[in-house]
T-cell receptor, first 111, second 117 residues
Framework: GENVEQHPSTLSVQEGDSAVIKCTYSDSASNYFPWYKQELGKRPQLIIDIRSNVGEKKDQRIAVTLNKTAKHFSLHITETQPEDSAVYFCAANSGYSTLTFGKGTMLLVSP | GAVVSQHPSRVICKSGTSVKIECRSLDFQATTMFWYRQFPKQSLMLMATSNEGSKATYEQGVEKDKFLINHASLTLSTLTVTSAHPEDSSFYIC?????????????FGSGTQLSVL
């Protein structure tokens, strides 16, 4: 089955800096890669996703890049703000298979 | 996006009692729902896959007699923690599967914080 590795487990940045979270996956058949943001005690929310037919997708301050050859994808947050502080999860699946989640990255943005 | 409602949000119970948690898809039908357990600062641990009209599929190490799952309709799945003990205290989250094209999209409930005294 699919195995998703996520790094780093924790990430501290200053407000205004950029943050990058990286994930690797094992199943070359995976073709869908969503990212979820979970604030403390709340539900995970889908913030951006990418399919394997594109290499990059942007939505305002967040972007996701995908390298199918290397089987890794990354989340980029620019101009970070304190409200970006949360746990971020990457995930991967193919077709009708269940999403496999990474272990999460706790992002702390200091004012 | 799709809305998933989960109740209760918080429950405190005595050891030995049973607790039922409900997960509802409000504006779409979900033939498949998922139940997760999450410890502080840790990832979502999939406990079981709930399939409407059939038995749930449990992940390895999860006791099916301890965590009873019922998915009797296309919009409702329930998780019952039977004879709860302090070690069952955790944050439980459900999610419902919706299809975005050919891939699964998951929408999560708001979670239930269970505290067993």
């Amino acid at each position: 089955g699919e195995n998703v590795e996520q790094h780093p487990s924790t990430l501290s940045v200053q407000e205004g800096d950029s943050a990058v979270i990286k994930c690797t996956y094992s199943d070359s058949a995976s073709n869908y890669f969503p990212w979820y943001k979970q604030e403390l005690g709340k539900r995970p929310q889908l913030i951006i996703d990418i399919r394997s037919n594109v290499g990059e997708k942007k939505d305002q301050r967040i972007a996701v890049t995908l390298n199918k050859t290397a089987k890794h994808f990354s989340l980029h947050i620019t101009e970070t703000q304190p409200e970006d502080s949360a746990v971020y999860f990457c995930a991967a699946n193919s077709g009708y298979s269940t999403l496999t989640f990474g272990k999460g990255t706790m992002l702390l943005v200091s004012p | 996006g799709a809305v998933v409602s989960q109740h209760p949000s918080r429950v405190i119970c005595k050891s030995g009692t049973s607790v039922k948690i409900e997960c509802r898809s409000l504006d779409f039908q979900a033939t498949t729902m998922f139940w997760y357990r999450q410890f502080p600062k840790q990832s979502l641990m999939l406990m079981a896959t709930s399939n409407e009209g059939s038995k749930a599929t449990y992940e390895q190490g999860v006791e099916k007699d301890k965590f009873l799952i019922n998915h009797a309709s296309l919009t409702l799945s329930t998780l019952t923690v039977t004879s709860a003990h302090p070690e069952d205290s955790s944050f439980y989250i459900c999610s419902a599967r919706a299809w975005g094209g050919t891939n699964e999209k998951l929408f999560f409930g708001s979670g239930t914080q269970l505290s067993v005294l």
